[in-house]
């Protein structure tokens, strides 16, 4: 089958690999149909994390129709469309953290113990996305092995088309739990870091919860177009021009109650210079010796505001502003997104038309141009107007 595969720093190459076959009884294989490349599959292609290995197959946002199942499949038929979620429950759900709706922290999908030992208990497995969270084989890929299918895959209706759906399987499901650990509600004042769109989504989820104020803030001034242009009353903020992100947001929101957002969320993660416009934002946060999104996040909530951090980081990272967080009594939630604790509520709220993910899929490709797909969506070119891409299979 044709693959997308990792080979190193930016360079990702379609190649025919063996196709996955059923090894296990709570196996289901199945046929891609679409599949998308994520703001997480870039930190593998810019950085390299430790534990990938030369023709890994990536890849974590897949859909398809379920081509085989294991004996002990018991949800799911030959012929069944589904979207599969990036995080793995590799237990059936039993399991102490599942069974507290922490799905993406199912250790029984990652037989690696690396993050264990920084973090002191093992977290969970991922598709496509290194030998640290399982060293499963990927989605962007003809074919895809889901363990425990009956956990990991949610059964699509008809009406649902392939675009929505993809979106499924994290973005979507990530945005809204951006809402739920800041506790987004009515009247709410959000700010949000990262226009991409994972903070796209989070700030369309924001407003239909009823956030009064959403301000999403950005160095690419085409993400803060396009989304100010699908959401109306969306308030926009681009760091890199007037005086940055955090003496603009103060005086924003100086005249609100709290003289300050309620709520922040970082959806941007690790950092790095991909574009011209994040090269200028590292001049920026050098000079204001802010250097990282969640820095300037906790500078600007109000007192006993909440933080919510869905940007994904790994290991340490340097100078956290430990004493803003402490003096302005904050409440800080993080973490991979558990997928299935939210995708059957928001598949209903797709359907009714009161969420509408595909807004930001901006490129549609076969899957044999998935190394464009990543050299554009990490680009970040105006001219591309690049916000999502998703990948599609030959039928
Ligand atoms: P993306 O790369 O398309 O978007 C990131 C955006 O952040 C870009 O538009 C970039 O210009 C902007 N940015 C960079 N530095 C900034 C700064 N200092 N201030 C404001 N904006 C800045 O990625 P995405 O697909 O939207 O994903 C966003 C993040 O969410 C990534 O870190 C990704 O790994 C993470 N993610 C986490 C989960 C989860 O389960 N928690 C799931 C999906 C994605
Ligand atoms: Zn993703």
New binding site residues.
């Given amino acids: 089958m044709r693959a997308v595969t990792w080979q190193g720093k930016h360079a990702v190459a379609v190649k025919s690999v063996p196709a996955p076959a059923v090894t296990d009884s709570t196996d289901a294989i199945l046929r891609i149909t679409s599949t998308a490349i994520?703001?997480?599959d870039?930190?593998l292609y810019v950085h390299a994390m430790p534990g990938m290995k030369a023709g890994d197959v990536l890849g974590h946002e897949a859909m398809g129709v379920v081509e085989e199942v294991g004996p002990d499949v018991t949800s799911l038929r030959p012929g069944d469309r589904v979207a599969v979620c990036?995080?793995i429950c590799g237990c059936g759900g039993a399991c102490f953290f599942c069974s507290r709706g922490l799905y993406?922290s199912c250790a029984a999908s990652n037989p690696s113990r690396v993050q264990a030992e920084m973090y002191g208990q093992p977290t969970g497995g991922f598709f496509g996305y290194s030998h640290l969270t399982g060293g499963w084989q990927g989605g962007q890929a003809e074919r895809l092995r889901v363990p425990v299918a009956d956990s990991n895959c949610l059964k699509l209706p008809d009406d649902v088309p392939d675009n929505q759906a993809v979106l499924l399987t994290?973005?979507l499901p990530?945005a809204w739990?951006a809402n739920e650990l800041g506790e987004v509600g009515a009247g709410d004042v959000v700010a949000i870091?990262?226009?991409?769109?994972?903070?796209?989504l989070a700030a369309h989820c924001a407003q239909h919860r009823g956030a009064r104020r959403v301000i999403l803030?950005?160095?690419?001034q085409y993400?803060l177009d396009f989304a100010a242009a699908r959401l109306p009353g969306l308030e926009t903020l681009n760091?890199t021009k007037g005086k940055g992100?955090v003496a603009a947001l103060y005086e924003m929101t100086a005249g609100e109650p709290g003289g300050a957002p309620d709520v922040v969320i970082d959806?941007?993660?690790?950092?790095y210079a991909s574009?011209l416009?994040?090269k200028a934002?590292m001049a920026l946060?050098l000079e204001t010796d802010s250097p990282?999104?969640i820095n300037?996040c906790i500078r600007c909530v109000r007192k006993g505001g909440r933080v919510s951090i869905?940007?994904?980081y790994a290991g340490w990272t340097n100078a956290f502003m430990i004493g803003a967080f402490m003096e302005k009594q904050l409440t800080m939630r993080?973490?991979?997104?558990p997928v299935q604790k939210y995708w059957g509520a928001l598949l209903e709220k797709v359907r009714s038309g009161a969420l509408n993910p595909a807004l930001v899929v901006t490129h549609t490709l076969p899957l044999e141009e998935a190394p464009a797909g990543y050299e554009m969506?990490?680009a970040?070119r105006p001219e591309d107007g690049c916000?999502?891409v998703v990948l599609k299979t030959p039928a």
């Avoid at 870091?193 to 796209?200: E, F, L, M, S, T």
């Avoid at 803030?217 to 690419?220: E, M, N, R, S």
């Avoid at 959806?267 to 950092?271: E, F, K, N, Q, T």
Wanted: charge should be negative; hydrophobic fraction near 35%.
């Fill in positions: 994520c703001g997480s870039l930190h990036f995080d993406s994290d973005i990530t739990h870091w990262g226009a991409g769109p994972v903070g796209i803030i950005d160095p690419a993400r760091p992100a959806a941007v993660g690790m950092h574009s416009a994040h934002q946060q990282e999104a300037e869905v940007g994904a993080g973490g991979q997104t969506f990490n970040k916000i999502k």
